[in-house]
């Protein structure tokens, strides 16, 4: 593919090349048309290219190809699987020839092949990949840019961070790049893509860094660097190298409502990748570290609630919803309504950050963990253990307080709740040892319902408040009202998930002019 340059570089020579149309002036009509084109040579300046980083680099650049077991085909955006990313992004692009179609009967299965990128990191035949580029394979093959093929050996995937090693037997050292380190990536400097676009082998693209710590929602670790660096499909798993020539990422994922380049890519950062194949190199397998806890962004009307700034609260930490019991977030004293701010010196901005941070976090090691409660920063050291193979399925409410009577009625905020019945457990599908109120009814246009709140929703605690029945609901709704400060916040789990949703107050009631309101007693 043809190099691009800048569009000042690409003017600059536009220029040049005027320049030498230019008449020489009447006093030097004898200068010869040799020595004026001379003159032009001594005073250009080549724009630079990427040609020699490429010579460089392109040795250790690999092909992937990928038989696939039958009825099984790779997580791809063209549409001959399912994949993983959310719609209209594609999480990843090897090619992936069609199946014929058969004419006159059924369908014959037929072996499905598939292609992507990869890249040497040791000399001894490890190489770098997407794991949505050999899952479900059956055999896996890489072809050197010699055009040598040998047999590989996947030594692990890491589906939550879609990076695979491979393993080659080759019968001398091979050429390997090195990884760089990410966190010196900035937006703006250029990188360079190469990888197997379509199938296209050696394909060389350039760009800019975009931008950086992308969520694309692909992942629970999702921190890409994004570029503008053109990626197809068949890029996946291919490296994207800064200026020196070191790897700051793998391409994976673009985003584009064609399945093509429009260009927004996504990759990899160099220094997950250096944490995760270490790992997949010496035992197959990623191990993460487990704070146990449920986090979510805070809105204006929690931060309000909770006694938080306000000035942009989506961006100051993550709130704790919900504590796993028996977790170490448990055993160090962390509850519900904190909100964690950083971890080991950190900065925490958001859930995303909490998760990739305490992942990193070798199990076994202590994480510093700075936090806000009511309001005012803490401080608190947590061992860390090591992840669970289902770490949602930890989180369950304690038991106590089940035999409290109901309290239903339609207060100030539009809600009506029930005691939880052990009927209304199995409706809802909730453990035996849970408690709560149930939020049986919201009044149409009230604050409730303003704020998303539904039938069936498990209220479980008001800030940082445990709830166990419609008489504590009440009592710890009215106790944060008379705060004064605008909004409330409720603990609730919908559909097995623990999360706050705050309710604005500052407005008018709407629901005053409802039937049936008893403000003494009603929520």
């Known amino acids: 593919m043809r190099h691009s340059f800048p569009r000042a ?11 030498a149309l230019i008449s020489p002036p009447a006093h030097a009509a004898d200068t010869s048309s040799l020595d004026a084109t001379k003159a032009v040579e001594k005073n250009y300046t080549p724009v630079p290219d990427f040609s020699g980083l490429v010579k460089n680099v392109s040795p250790a650049v690999v092909s992937v190809d990928v038989h696939l077991k039958l009825n099984q085909t790779s997580d791809d955006g063209s549409g001959n699987g399912g994949g993983n990313g959310p719609q209209g992004l594609p999480p990843g692009f090897p090619q992936i020839p069609g199946m014929p179609f058969g004419f006159g009967g059924p369908q014959q299965q037929q072996p499905v092949e598939a292609k992507g990128s990869g890249f040497v990191i040791d000399p001894s035949g490890i190489i770098v990949t997407n794991n949505h580029v050999v899952k479900d394979a059956r055999t896996v093959s890489v072809t050197m840019s010699d055009g040598n093929t040998y047999p590989a050996k996947v030594l692990g995937t890491d589906p939550k961070t879609d990076l695979a090693v491979l393993k080659i037997i080759a019968p001398h050292p091979l050429p390997f790049v090195e990884l760089g380190d990410s966190s010196s990536v900035v937006p703006g400097e250029w990188v360079i893509a190469m990888g197997n676009p379509f199938g296209l082998d050696g394909t060389v693209t350039a760009g800019i860094v975009s931008a950086l710590g992308r969520d694309i929602g692909d992942g629970p670790y999702d921190k890409f660097i994004q570029i503008d660096a053109p990626i197809n499909e068949g890029n996946s798993g291919g490296p994207l190298f800064d200026q020196k020539g070191e790897v700051i990422g793998v391409n994976t994922a673009i985003l584009s409502p064609s399945g093509g380049s429009v260009g927004i890519g996504f990759a990899i950062p160099s220094n997950t990748i250096k944490r995760i194949t270490t790992q997949l190199i010496a035992s197959g397998k990623v191990v993460r570290g487990y704070l146990g806890v449920a986090a979510q962004e ?8 909770l006694g938080l700034p306000t000035d942009n609260p989506a961006k100051d930490g993550a709130l704790i919803a919900a504590i796993s019991p028996g977790s170490p977030a448990e055993h160090a004293g962390l509850k519900a309504g904190d909100v964690i ?3 080991n010196g950190l900065p925490v901005t958001n859930p995303g950050d909490l998760a990739a941070d305490i992942a990193n976090v070798d199990p076994q090691a202590k994480a510093d963990i700075s936090f806000l409660r009511n309001g005012k920063p803490q401080d608190v050291g947590v061992a860390v253990t090591t992840m669970p193979a289902n770490p949602d ?8 307080g089940g035999g409290q009577s109901a309290q239903p009625a339609q207060g100030p905020l539009g809600l009506t709740l029930a005691p939880l019945t052990p009927d209304a457990r199995n409706q809802l599908n909730l453990p035996n040892n849970a408690t709560g109120a149930v939020i049986t009814a919201v009044v ?12 069936g929703d498990l209220l479980v605690g008001v800030g940082a408040t445990d709830v166990n029945s419609p008489t504590d609901a009440v009592n710890a709704i009215a106790s944060a009202r008379k705060a004064g400060t605008g909004a409330v916040a409720l603990r609730i789990v919908r559909q097995g998930q623990a999360l706050f949703v705050g309710i604005d107050l500052t407005g008018k009631d709407p629901s005053q002019n409802s039937q049936s309101q008893d403000d003494s007693n009603g929520p």
């Open 9 to 19: 570089a690409a003017l600059s020579l536009a220029l040049l090349g005027s320049t």
């Open 298 to 305: 805070i809105s204006p009307q929690m931060a309000t609630a």
């Open 341 to 343: 701010t950083a971890v």
């Open 393 to 400: 399925a930890a989180f369950q409410q304690n038991g106590g």
């Open 444 to 455: 149409q246009n009230s604050p409730a319902d303003v704020a998303g709140l539904q039938p």
